[in-house]
């Protein structure tokens, strides 16, 4: 054998190892990074209380209030098993905050069952939608007798 | 005559060659890139369904995270080609695409900060995605480090084709670090990605400003490259018949 053939079978084999590391590395990370608890483990009280924990979950719509005397916001958080949450904050929520989206929320759980969140980051999807195209295709698969209607 | 491309392996012919391509890569680039960012800042939609004017950085930073993996793959291929035929021009190539690609690593970190502060809230977070592209670009800086280390240039090549290799294993990872079953259970910050719910012009302003990138990096790799040429071959009578 050439020497030019053992180079190549020993970089051959030093790709299919490093591809092999990089298989184990993304089983390891799938979603898993970094702890991340859901509503239902918060009830089901596997969370610790008092230790900076995030939590992750859908905005519940019609639940974000604000106070109107202080600098706090009130929402709730669902999982896929509408397991509910309340998350406080007197920190800013970002541009992409909304009822309806995703959001990640590093704070600590109290005994009140609330949890006080000291950051709250927003998600998004991997839409990039104009919102009048949105709104058309709303109308679009709308029944027109619903629209003659004004019922939208 | 049958053209040859291991004629173009040895740096005496592919230092004219290089010269004669430089600036035809320098006009694709700056045509393509203008062009792909007018497009993306003045054809596409001004507000999304969830984000406002600031998702135009997209056409920056994702043609950038796009270059930082590429050119990282292309790095190391370069390494192995030099490692397998021990050839001098290859590792050169490889040398010459580590400070482009740290460079492009960097504006990709930079401008997903700025993005992530108005649309997620934060500069930075720990998301796997943002933990390795990270780690990229401390690969590329590492690259550097060791090959300027060695003061032995072709111990120095090989080393750092060794090491640009082992970091290879990273960038698949970034490639699938946000595809995980439940987006609510997922601790990435970053969504999935897919081309499916992107706006047609917003599409094109991406891709058409990625191959400007790619013509950029082209352009300064080869001009870095000769220089590179011209300093290991400095003792050659090419060189300084020059």
């Not at chain 2, 080609?81 to 040398?95: D, H, P, Q």
């Not at chain 2, 090989?158 to 698949?172: E, N, T, Y």
Request: charged share 20%; with cysteine.
């Amino acid at each position: 054998m050439k020497a030019r053939q053992k180079r190549l079978i020993f970089v051959l084999l030093g790709i299919v190892a490093v591809m092999g590391a990089s298989f184990l590395i993304n089983k390891a990370m799938q979603g898993n990074f970094y702890k991340l608890y859901t509503p239902k483990a918060v009830l089901a009280g596997e969370v610790p209380i008092g230790q900076v924990v995030r939590i992750g979950g859908l905005v519940k719509k019609g639940s974000l209030k604000r106070s109107n005397t202080k600098m706090e916001a009130r929402f709730i958080v669902l999982d896929r098993n509408k397991n509910e949450v309340t998350i406080v904050t007197n920190k800013i929520l970002p541009d992409l905050f909304k009822e309806g989206k995703s959001q990640v929320a590093r704070g600590v759980l109290k005994e009140d069952g609330i949890f006080y969140a000291e950051e709250v980051l927003a998600k998004h999807d991997a839409n990039y939608m104009p919102t009048e195209v949105k709104d058309i295709l709303k109308e679009e698969h709308t029944p027109i007798t619903k629209v003659k209607e004004g019922v939208k | 005559m049958t053209f040859s491309w291991f004629k173009y392996a040895a740096p005496i012919n592919f230092y004219p060659l290089a010269g004669k391509v430089i600036p035809l890569f320098w006009f694709l680039a700056i045509t393509l890139t203008s062009f792909g960012l007018y497009w993306g800042f003045f054809q596409t939609p001004d507000v999304l369904s969830d984000q406002k004017q600031y998702y135009r950085i997209i056409f920056v930073h994702v043609a950038a995270s796009w270059m930082g993996m590429w050119l990282y793959a292309m790095m190391v291929f370069w390494g192995l080609v030099g490692l397998v035929f021990n050839t001098r021009l290859s590792f050169m190539m490889a040398k010459a695409t580590s400070t482009t690609g740290a460079l492009m690593a960097f504006i990709a970190l930079i401008s997903g900060a700025v993005w992530g502060k108005v649309s997620w809230g934060t500069w930075w977070d720990w998301d796997p995605r943002l933990t390795m592209s990270l780690i990229l670009m401390f690969l590329y800086i590492g690259y550097i480090a060791l090959h300027s280390a060695i003061d032995n240039s072709r111990r120095a090549d090989k080393a750092a084709a060794v090491l640009s290799l082992v970091g290879l294993a990273i960038v698949p990872v970034i490639y699938y670090s946000v595809n995980c079953p439940n987006p609510n259970e997922c601790s990435s910050l970053h969504q999935e990605s897919s081309f499916k719910g992107v706006e047609s012009n917003i599409l094109l302003g991406m891709l058409i400003t990625a191959l400007g990138f790619w013509m950029y990096s082209f352009a300064t790799i080869l001009m870095r490259v000769r220089n590179i040429i011209l300093e290991r071959e400095i003792n050659t009578k090419w060189v300084s018949e020059l």
